[in-house]
């Protein structure tokens, strides 16, 4: 593989200052795909359907030809592109409370604005909503808002919360039950495509080899120096997986691009690509918990690779799937690994077993601590993470963090703040190293 660098530019055009490796150029030339698509949905007489990121019935929705929106995705490119503010604004001069997560904002305010996506492109309206994950009670009212604004069909899937901390048999089969008697029925009569078992079972053979090679990609950064940042690197990652692409044979061929890419970044022990090119000396490891600000994501990643720190492992690089923890799409199984699938995300997991999942990256890992990125309208991620914070630190013994910015409300990310925070963090580390080494001799 070419060792990544910055891709060269088309002729006549500016050369990109933005150093990526070559998977991270074709995960977005994925993602621009999928809006090029849904820009031509209606002229190609396609329907579309609309769902979330967690629990996304992919392979499902494919089955029926549908062109695939994601809202979240929408919000948080809009975000990176720094559109999404004035969305927020407008989304609250229409009365949207301050408090209301700002994906929600961006997206209602970008529908105000005409219905332009984040790539210049138009975004049509769809035809069904999917709701295949309720454990965020905010998506429901999100999909409430754009049912009433376009008037489509909208099918819930209702999936039980893991309160005991495992998925039981009559949990998958209640999901099941759904999936055969209310979703696919309606994903038939609104598509006019008949469902096909075997199409749905060929399309997870494609997602369980990707899996497969995202999980050697993501488990890479147990190695030192990590070749791989598995925090901000691994937004790029999870891209076409957890969006419009899992499923398919260009999600498998990007996962074993990247795959190759990383594995040859560990036999030239280089650490990971940052946007100012390859990192220098890693000096402390992080597992991160929460999602990233997005409107400065450049800049929130530099304040980490300036201070050497690489985050080995991140919970938000799980919400759409826990494949390191062994989960598969099983084509054998069709139905009941979709039930698995949506009933595995880790917002759907209890505190206990998330504060269970951290103590064990910090171990597998062996990082440094954790640091929580507390986002300021996110009450799925955001509730109950003193708990978490005060549990990681008395189970494993290594310093927590508290850090606060917002998803895609760029008034919330106060850089000075942050900064002073992260610097005070690592000193923390620094402190505990060295008192840990003085008790060792």
Known sequence: MNTPTAKPAPAGAKKPAVQKEDAMWLQKELINKNYM????ARANNRKVSATFVPGNLNELLMCFDFARSLPETNALQNGMRKKSGKFIMDAERDGH??????????DLGMMQGGEIGPTGDPLPTPDVLLL???GCFTFMKWFELIRHKYGCETVMLHVPYQGEGKIAPNMRDYVVRQLKEEVIPTL???SGVKFDIDRLRQYMKESAKAEEDLVKVLQSAKNRPSPIDGYFGAVYYIGPIFTAFRGTPEASQYYSVLRSEIEER???GKGPVTPDGDMGEEKYRLIVEGPPNWTHFRDFWKMFYDEGAVVVSSTYAKVGGLYDFGFRHDPDHPLESLAEYCLGCYTNLNLPSRVDMICKYIEEYQADGLLINSIKSCNSFSAG?????????KRTGKPAAFIETDLVDPRYFSAANVKNRLESYFQMVKQKRTALLAGAH
Request: aromatic content about 6%; glycine content about 0%; charged content about 30%.
């Open 266 to 268: 560990v036999r030239l």
């Open 132 to 134: 295949s994950y309720t």
């Open 97 to 106: 409370s301050e408090d209301v997560c700002t994906y929600v904002k961006a």
């Open 188 to 190: 038939e009569r609104v």
């Open 385 to 393: 993470q003193l708990l978490i914070l005060r549990e990681v630190e």
């Open 37 to 40: 698509e849904l820009a031509t």
